[in-house]
């Protein structure tokens, strides 16, 4: 069974950090490319960060660019996505996306960051 699991979202201030991680199953992770993506609240879904399948190259939202890190571990079956300096705009649903021929989601982690 497919599994793609987030976690680490909570609340936190203006200026901290998060890192957030999917724990992936059922499937050969290095197979596939990971992406974050975040859906705020009345907003559209959109792109975070991508990474390759061997975590060679990645790509960011100029949103995010100098302060989030996208990373993976392909022993350890997870990606992760370090978040710093977080603002208030950051605040939304984290969603973890694999993709090759076929797509899978998580069911997303909350991130909200507060003033």
């Known amino acids: 069974q497919v599994q793609l699991v987030e976690s680490g979202g909570g609340l936190v201030q203006a200026g901290g950090s998060l890192r957030l991680s999917c724990a992936a199953s059922?499937?050969?992770?290095?197979?596939?490319?990971m992406t974050w993506y975040r859906q705020g609240p009345g907003k559209e879904r959109e792109l975070v960060a991508s990474?390759?399948?061997?975590?060679?190259?990645?790509n960011y939202a100029d949103s995010v660019k100098g302060r989030f890190t996208i990373s993976r571990d392909n022993a350890e079956n997870t990606v992760y996505l370090q978040m710093n300096s977080l603002k208030l705009e950051d605040t939304a649903v984290y969603y973890c996306?694999?993709?090759?021929?076929?797509?899978?989601w998580g069911q997303g982690t909350q991130v909200t960051v507060s003033s």
């Open positions: 996306n694999a993709r090759n021929w076929v797509s899978y």
């Open positions: 059922g499937f050969t992770f290095s197979n596939f490319a």
């Open positions: 990474i390759t399948r061997d975590g060679g190259s990645t």
